[in-house]
Each structure stands twice: as structure tokens, then as C-alpha cells.
């Protein structure tokens, strides 16, 4: 049986039931992780369910770096499966690395915690993009049917994202933190269980190809994992002495000049292939569009991905949760994106394709624009709804949901839209290197969302809320008012 007979899922090749069951059960385990994470690190250390007792600011810088590394290691993580494993091992060895880290994390303890961090970002960064490779390679003929099945794999996403909060909420604050990130191990054994189970519905897709002989493969190997410890090696030394004190830098700190250095690499990068790259003036325009495209992701990502931090903790500390003399989770909140993902999606793609067909279809710019204003409104609602709230006098939780609603609408305008352009407007022989740019967008926002959210620490909430709303809300206007312009440039891309 090949990926592409035999048996169907859903219509499509029985090899997409393999990946999407694996993805959804790495999702679950990611955010089912995440959205313990911060609150687990700002709960004091003393009590019957003791967190790490880190103050807001700290937390915020933490879970910022956490969650940008996950996305950066993705671009050495498609390298090796490229060059050296191919991806189907490289998704094996990454997922259990995965699975490592939660147990790891299961184990109280300071270092447990942060080794456990470390091994899910490896792991992450070797599963997540190959999961996705091997479900375009599913479809040698491209079209409409690859989209497709993209779309029903997205489903596996949120799916994913959807439970994993539920169940590691329930365990993590209602018994113990450490039972919540071993349940999300667990979810990742699921899923490299099925995936095992599932391979000969894959035929020979996601094996290494290369041209290289195996003593040449074997060098790129060692130089590359060298290099890897190396750094590795560096990077320990440096926490070391950030942590015994030698160097006086705090977290915070560390994660904004990263922040700042991706973003002048981020600039290098795009002077060199303007003036450097060999590119037609044509390309050249194109590539303007998805710099474009990379800092509003950036930001819309920065916003966004404050649903782990603060608007987690609004959760707990200011929502009410009593539903029928039962308090729910405040992680299990970080559920209801994912929930409206899984409705919305297929409405606002019948909405594309009747707006296409009336030829009223606004373009990729201007969507990008409304997704940063829909992110916006949301957090205007929820600064409305932290106007009176306090430990005394809980809001409802339908400010979260109004706020997770808007969100959703606005991650729906730009994400996807904004991923598709990117295959579509890069140059044939830097496509890899484009969409790496739009992982490092993606890693950028959120290493913001973490420093951001950190300002709980010294902001009412309303006045945090207020100002990213603001700030994001204006990056919108200036988009869309731009756009007109930027359409031109997109060279006929839809």
C-alpha cells in the first residue's frame, strides 16, 4: 500500500490520518504545556499545589524565550531532516524528545524544569516543520486537493490545542502542576504510538533522498552536531553566570537584546538579497511585500500570543470561574481560540472564495491589516472589562471569550492568508529560506508576547490592554492605508 492508494481518510491518501493524528496529539502536548506554564511559574512556592514562585516580569521573559526558540530551532530542525535523517526520523527522534522534556518537566524541581524546556524546544524544532513536509509530499500533484488536505490537517491542529488545555488544566491546578505536564508526555507517547503504527500508509515519502555519499553524509553529521554542543556548550556557560551572578544581566534583559538581534539579522538578511542576490527587479518587489508581511506577523504574533501570559493570568487572578459552585481551570480558557478556530476556519474560507468570486476579495496586505485590527479590538474589549476588576470584584468570563472570539477572526485574515503568500511571492530557489523568515516572525512575536505580558508586573491590566490595543490597532490602520500601494508589488499573487 502506497501514501497515495489504497485506503482513504476522509477522502484523502490514508498517509494524512498518520500525520494528522500525530500533530494532533504533539498540539495537545504543546498547548497543553503552555498553558500551564506561566501560571505554574508564578504561583508562590509554598501551599498544597507549590509553582516556582517567580515574579510576573521574570515569567514573562521565560516563556517569551520558551516559546521563540520553539519556532527558531524549526529552521535547523527542516535542515537536518534535509540533509541528514530525512523527516520521517527526524519526526520519531523529536517527538520522543518531546515526550523527554514533559517527563522531565513532571519531576519537581528548578533544573527538571528548565532541562525538561530545553529538550521539548529540540524536539519541537525536529517534528514540527516535517510534519507539515510530508503532508505536501502527500500530494505530488499540488492544487486544490493539497489544500485540501492541508485544511482537514489543520483541523488536527486545533484539535490538539483544543484538549490539551482541558486535561492538563484539570490535573496541573486542580491536583498537582507536575501531573498536567506528565499528562501532556503522555499525549506525545499517543502520538509517536500512532505514528509508528501508521507508517507503511506513508510508502517511501518523507525517507532521506540525497545525491550524497553516505561517508559524506556522515561528515556533514559531525560538523553539524559539533557545532550544535558547541553552541549548546557556550549557552550553559553563559547561564551559569548569569545565574551565579558573574554577569549581571537578568532574563529580561536577555530576551529583549535577542529580540533585537534577530530583528538586525532579520534587516541584514533582506539588504543582502536585494543588492546581493542575483534577483530580478520583479523578485526583488516581491520579497519588499514579505519583509512587509514579517513585521506585521511580528506583531500581530506579539499580541497574540499573550494568551499565555497575560491573559492567563487575568484568568486566574481576576476572572470569575464558578460555573454551577465549580471552579473551572483558568488554563482550561486557553482552549476556547482553538474551539473557534475549528468553527470559524470553514467559514471564512466559503467567505474568500465568495468574495473571489465577486471579485471584491480584499488582497493579502489589506487582510493582513484587518487581522492586526480584529486582534485589536479584542484587546480593547478586554481593557473595557479590566476597568473595575479586581481580586474583590471578578469580571465575567465573557470578556475572555468576546476577546478569544475577536482574536480568532484576526489570526484567521493573516495567518493562513499570509502563510500561503509567502510560497507564492518567494523566489523558486529561496522558498526554504522565506518561510524560515516567517517562522523567525512567528518566534519574534512571541519572544514580545512574553516581555509584554511581563508588564502585569508594573501595569493595571487596563492600562496594559489599553496600550497594546493601541499600538497594534495603529500598526493596523497604517497597513491597511498602505496597502493599496504594497498590491502592486505582489506581481498578480492572490
Request: glycine letters at 14%; aromatic letters at 14%.
Amino acid at each position: 500500500m502506497t501514501a497515495t492508494g489504497g485506503k482513504s481518510f476522509m477522502g484523502h491518501p490514508r498517509g494524512l490520518a498518520t500525520l494528522f493524528f500525530t500533530e494532533m496529539w504533539e498540539r495537545f502536548s504543546y498547548y497543553g504545556m503552555r498553558a500551564l506554564l506561566t501560571l505554574f511559574m508564578t504561583t508562590a512556592t509554598i501551599g498544597a499545589n507549590p509553582g516556582m514562585g517567580f515574579d510576573v516580569t521574570t515569567a514573562g521573559a521565560i516563556y517569551g524565550l520558551y516559546t521563540s526558540l520553539v519556532y527558531i530551532l524549526a529552521l535547523p530542525g527542516g535542515w537536518v531532516a534535509d540533509n541528514l535523517w530525512g523527516q520521517r526520523k527526524a519526526i520519531w527522534v523529536g517527538g520522543w524528545i518531546i515526550a523527554a522534556g514533559h517527563f522531565t518537566m513532571a519531576v519537581p524541581g528548578t533544573f527538571t524544569f528548565f532541562l525538561g524546556l530545553f529538550f521539548i524546544i529540540c524536539g519541537t524544532g525536529l517534528l514540527k516543520p516535517n510534519v507539515s513536509t510530508i503532508v505536501g509530499d502527500l500530494y505530488p500533484e499540488g492544487g486544490a486537493r493539497r489544500d485540501a488536505g492541508f485544511s482537514v490537517f489543520y483541523m488536527g491542529i486545533n484539535l490538539g490545542a483544543f484538549f490539551g488545555p482541558l486535561v492538563t488544566g484539570f490535573l496541573g491546578e486542580g491536583y498537582q502542576w507536575h501531573w498536567g505536564f506528565g499528562a501532556a508526555g503522555i499525549g506525545m507517547v499517543l502520538g509517536l504510538i500512532q505514528y509508528r503504527l501508521g507508517q507503511p500508509y506513508l510508502g517511501d515519502i518523507g525517507h532521506l533522498t540525497t545525491d550524497k555519499r553516505p561517508e559524506e553524509v556522515a561528515a556533514m553529521s559531525r560538523k553539524f552536531f559539533g557545532t550544535f554542543f558547541a553552541i549548546l556548550a557556550g549557552v550553559t556557560a553563559f547561564g551559569y553566570l548569569v545565574y551565579t551572578g558573574t554577569i549581571p544581566v537578568t532574563i529580561t534583559q536577555i530576551a529583549t537584546r535577542l529580540g533585537q538581534g534577530v530583528l538586525v539579522l532579520v534587516a541584514g538578511y533582506f539588504v543582502y538579497v536585494w543588492t546581493l542576490g542575483g534577483h530580478t527587479a520583479e523578485e526583488n518587489k516581491k520579497m519588499a511585500v514579505i519583509f512587509w508581511l514579517f513585521l506585521l506577523i511580528a506583531v500581530f504574533w506579539s499580541g497574540f500570543e499573550q494568551a499565555g501570559t497575560s491573559l492567563n493570568l487575568f484568568a486566574r487572578d481576576l476572572t470569575d470561574r464558578s460555573i454551577f459552585g465549580f471552579e473551572i481551570p483558568a488554563s482550561t480558557l486557553q482552549s476556547i481560540n482553538a474551539g473557534f478556530i475549528i468553527l470559524l476556519a470553514p467559514v471564512f474560507g466559503m467567505l474568500w472564495v465568495w468574495l473571489d468570486s465577486r471579485q471584491v476579495n480584499p488582497s493579502i496586505p489589506m487582510k493582513a491589516g484587518l487581522g492586526l485590527l480584529g486582534l485589536a479590538a479584542g484587546f480593547f474589549v478586554l481593557a473595557w472589562g479590566a476597568a473595575n476588576a479586581s481580586p474583590d470584584n471578578l469580571v465575567s468570563p465573557a470578556w475572555l471569550v468576546v476577546t478569544y472570539f475577536l482574536h480568532t477572526v484576526g489570526e484567521l485574515c493573516i495567518s493562513p492568508i499570509g502563510l500561503s503568500a509567502i510560497t507564492k511571492l518567494s523566489p523558486k530557489r529561496r522558498v526554504g529560506q522565506m518561510m524560515g523568515i516567517w517562522f523567525v516572525g512567528a518566534a519574534l512575536g512571541n519572544l514580545f508576547a512574553g516581555l509584554v505580558g511581563g508588564q502585569l508586573e508594573n501595569m493595571m491590566p487596563t492600562d496594559l490592554f489599553r496600550t497594546v490595543a493601541m499600538i497594534i490597532g495603529g500598526v493596523g490602520i497604517v497597513a491597511i492605508v498602505v496597502s493599496p500601494k504594497v498590491k502592486p508589488l505582489l506581481g498578480g499573487a492572490k
